[in-house]
């Protein structure tokens, strides 16, 4: 990739910005000049309809070697484990059962097997529908091997990247994005990018978000500050390849993958301004909300984005991290308590001990509780939370996440296979026995 090397990369969601990978590219007063500077073409992507409010208006404008409408035409491509949207009651898929369901970490590459961000990609639970913009995706994707010459574009949905194993290198139409575990990259709706692995191998999960582009959720009493900061979501700087050669196109239109060959990189974008752009966030960045008091907040205090549905307060999914925190509440039992919920709750562990599950829930694997199906912490850490000394403690070394949605999550005939579900996750809860006793006399250290 080409780019000016005094033009850093620039921070702030929802910004409005402007990069240039040669000075004196971007037209000056206007958007579509006569003739763009350097014989380029002038093109715009757009995020939102036309008329969408000014707040929520998302759009750029890209000047390019080339349009992107030179390609070729497009042929069904095979990746039958990347789905969309679940089919009804009459279908042969498997019906997702009223349990709590938990994964072991998913397995890498079979030996021999060369699997790239694309081929590596496989559903594991889905919901809404793609065509009718709702609902999400879930997916992992077990990869050894950089795209090299090919590029997915994603006309279904933005997709929400959150590396697990091995860095990432993102190359969009707009530049270049590096994470490594604990980062998260978000690549909106019908822009190109490509995956390099520069540790030769990753695992990482990967929201597929059908819905309302996702956004910072509103803070409400916590106030202007507080949560995700938008100042640190970065934004690449203007980049372009140089060299000439076709490049293979996958796109996801419509619920399935297609194919063609055009004859020249979409990567071109020499310059570049506006607000619909790729982002990389770090979440040792997220200013963790917590009670300095008694009780445990909802989990809503852990929410970085937040894609909202047509009912106010309900989202169509948001993401939520559980990072390193300091825990000091009095009189309470700190983990995540016993509940059941109407959202549906996808979780994944990046790296550590989760504080609900200290056993069997492991880096790299994952957990899903539906709507209203019920959960909570295990046995282990039931006991040993009841009886801890309330002292200040910091949860280090950890990061888990969900994906939340308002929509039931269809488990995928591959992530229900015996061999990936962990069976004897439901026995974590075996041991809450019943102990009631009215006789007990209240603990007189606690408060009255």
Not at 58 to 71: D, M
Not at 160 to 176: A, F
Request: hydrophobic share 40%; with cysteine.
């Amino acid at each position: 990739m080409t780019r000016d090397l005094r033009t850093p990369p620039q921070g702030g969601f929802g910004n409005h910005f402007a990069s240039e990978a040669v000075p004196g590219t971007l037209p000056q007063g206007r958007n579509s000049p006569q003739r763009v500077a350097h014989g380029l073409y002038a093109e715009q992507l757009s995020g939102s309809a036309f008329t969408a409010p000014r707040a929520d208006n998302r759009r750029s404008w890209l000047y390019r070697r080339r349009p992107s409408v030179v390609t070729g035409a497009h042929q069904p491509y095979a990746q039958p484990l990347w789905l969309s949207g679940p089919g009804g009651p009459g279908s042969d898929e498997p019906p997702a059962p009223p349990d709590p369901l938990r994964w072991h970490p998913f397995e890498r590459p079979a030996a021999g097997e060369a699997l790239d961000f694309v081929d590596g990609l496989v559903t594991v639970c889905r919901n809404g529908d793609s065509d009718a913009q709702a609902g999400i995706a879930v997916h992992v994707v077990r990869a050894n091997r950089s795209m090299g010459r090919r590029a997915l574009v994603n006309a279904d949905g933005e997709m929400l990247i959150v590396p697990q194993q091995g860095r990432l290198l993102v190359t969009t139409e707009l530049g270049v994005l590096d994470a490594a575990p604990g980062q998260v990259v978000l690549v909106p709706r019908g822009m190109a990018f490509k995956v390099a692995l520069p540790d030769g191998e990753c695992r990482a999960y990967v929201c597929e978000n059908h819905g309302a582009p996702f956004r910072l959720p509103e803070l409400g009493p916590i106030g202007s500050n507080g949560l995700a900061n938008p100042r640190d979501f970065v934004a690449p700087a203007a980049a372009f390849e140089a060299e000439p050669g076709p490049y293979e196109m996958i796109r996801r239109f419509g619920g399935r993958s297609w194919c063609c060959v055009q004859p020249a990189t979409p990567f071109d974008v020499v310059a570049w301004h506006g607000n619909l752009v790729p982002l990389c966030y770090d979440t040792a960045h997220f200013n963790t909300i917590g009670s300095i008091s008694f009780d445990h907040p909802d989990p809503s205090i852990f929410t970085v984005l937040t894609s909202p549905s047509d009912t106010p307060g309900v989202a169509n999914c948001d993401f939520v991290i559980f990072p390193p925190r300091w825990m000091v509440a009095e009189d309470t039992f700190r983990p995540p308590w016993f509940h059941r919920n109407v959202m549906s709750e996808f979780m994944g562990l990046v790296r550590g001990q989760y504080d609900a599950k200290p056993e069997g829930f492991r880096p790299g694997g994952a957990s899903l509780h539906n709507a209203m199906v019920p959960h909570g912490p295990d046995a282990e850490a039931f006991e040993r939370a009841s009886a801890a000394a309330l002292q200040p403690v910091k949860l280090v070394d950890t990061l888990a996440f969900m994906f939340e949605s308002r929509y039931r999550l269809r488990p995928t005939a591959w992530a229900m296979q015996p061999a990936r579900l962990d069976a004897a996750y439901a026995g974590c809860w075996a041991a809450l026995a019943d102990r009631f006793d009215p006789a007990t006399d209240p603990d007189p250290e606690l408060p009255a």
